[in-house]
């Protein structure tokens, strides 16, 4: 069977792509390349088309019917937040349009399983400790709401037609399975760390007076392999009759605080990360760390890799460039 995986050349796309793959299973990329890399996706036959353009259904379709494509995972997607504050249409055109355009192609299709990437952007900044999927999603900014309306539109999807699929509300995503599919992009703190480690400049801390136990926000990191795994449970899921739920939270239970990472990442590169404090970033919410109970008990999925070993993949990845 050949799974479709949109964002195939991406980060995490990447890592999805190559386990599906190594479970035997055939995957047919699809990815616009404008922030993907060819050389993640070089063993994967590629579509290579922008999901928001009018011509997608169509160019999907044929596709699917090409390489007998049975699910689609769906990770392409704008996700820099502060770019979707700047740019509000290009973001729900990119990751709205561009879903329903999948959708549609897969209704025509009958292709009916359905991975869908969203985010712990949905729910804004939830005063809780542990968020599980019944708190209500407030996101507050544009790319959080796409994620949201995105999750509206698959499930009533699954609603109009045969499409069973399922929503994973990712958190904060880190560390690399390979390196050569290790996220080039410095955009979250993991990768900043690095650099401003490797360029000797000390890396900014946004806030030490948030009432959490050291003052630094707490996130629940989760290591991109772990993630991929749940994408192969999630399609392993959708085969069976007795779905009870649609959507999932993907973390490892377990919060990090700003300095934890910070001293996780020294400990891997054998060097202290040097940083400097620095005001509050708008918009951060001082904790979110995810209930995993719902995605261990119904996918039997929970992540095995700690935060040690999310920075000792990312060192090493970085080393190996
Ligand atoms: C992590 C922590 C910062 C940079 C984002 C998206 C979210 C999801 C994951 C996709 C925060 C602090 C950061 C720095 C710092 N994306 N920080 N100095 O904001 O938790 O989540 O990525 O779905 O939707 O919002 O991730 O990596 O930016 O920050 O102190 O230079 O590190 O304040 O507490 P975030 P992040």
Redesign the pocket.
């Known amino acids: 069977m050949t799974v479709a995986v949109t964002g195939a050349a991406g980060y995490i796309g990447s890592h999805v792509a190559h386990l599906l793959a190594e479970a035997g299973i055939h995957v047919l990329a699809v990815d616009d390349m404008s922030a993907g890399l060819g050389s993640r996706i070089e063993q994967f036959p590629l579509v290579e088309i922008d999901l928001a353009r009018d011509e997608a259904p169509g160019v999907l379709r044929a596709a699917f019917a090409q390489h007998q494509v049975r699910a689609v995972v769906h990770l392409a997607a704008r996700?820099a937040?502060g770019e979707s504050v700047e740019q509000p249409m290009r973001y729900y055109s990119q990751n709205v349009t561009g879903l329903a355009n999948v959708l549609t192609a897969m209704q025509q299709s009958g292709v009916d399983r359905f991975v869908f990437s969203?985010?712990?952007?949905t729910y804004g900044m939830p005063d809780v400790d542990l968020v599980s999927e019944d708190q209500r999603c407030e996101p507050i900014?544009p790319?959080?709401e796409t994620?949201l309306v995105g999750e509206w539109l698959v499930r009533a999807a699954t609603r109009s037609s045969d499409l069973r699929a399922v929503s994973l509300r990712?958190?904060?995503?880190?560390g690399t399975g390979r390196p050569e599919l290790a996220d080039t992009v410095v955009?979250?703190?993991?990768p900043?760390?690095l650099q401003?480690a490797a360029e000797g400049v000390p890396?900014?801390?946004?806030?030490d007076d948030y009432p959490t136990p050291d003052g630094?926000?707490?996130?629940d990191y989760v290591h991109v392999a772990d993630l991929a795994e749940a994408h192969v449970r999630a399609l392993t899921y959708l085969e069976r009759d007795d779905r009870p739920h649609d959507v999932f939270n993907v973390g490892s239970g377990t919060g990090a605080s700003?300095m934890d990472?910070v001293e996780a990442l020294s400990r891997a590169l054998g060097q202290e990360v040097a940083t400097v404090v620095?005001p509050?970033?708008a918009?951060?919410?001082p904790r979110?760390v995810a209930s995993v109970e719902r995605i261990s008990s119904v996918l039997g999925w929970h992540a095995t890799r700690d935060l040690d070993e999310i920075c000792r993949s990312a060192v090493e990845a970085a080393r190996a460039r």
């Open positions: 996700k937040v969203s985010s712990a952007a900014n790319y959080g994620k990712y958190f904060n995503v880190a955009a979250n703190l993991v900043i760390l401003r890396a900014a801390v946004f806030g630094t926000c707490v996130r700003v990472v620095e509050r970033r918009g951060d919410p979110l």
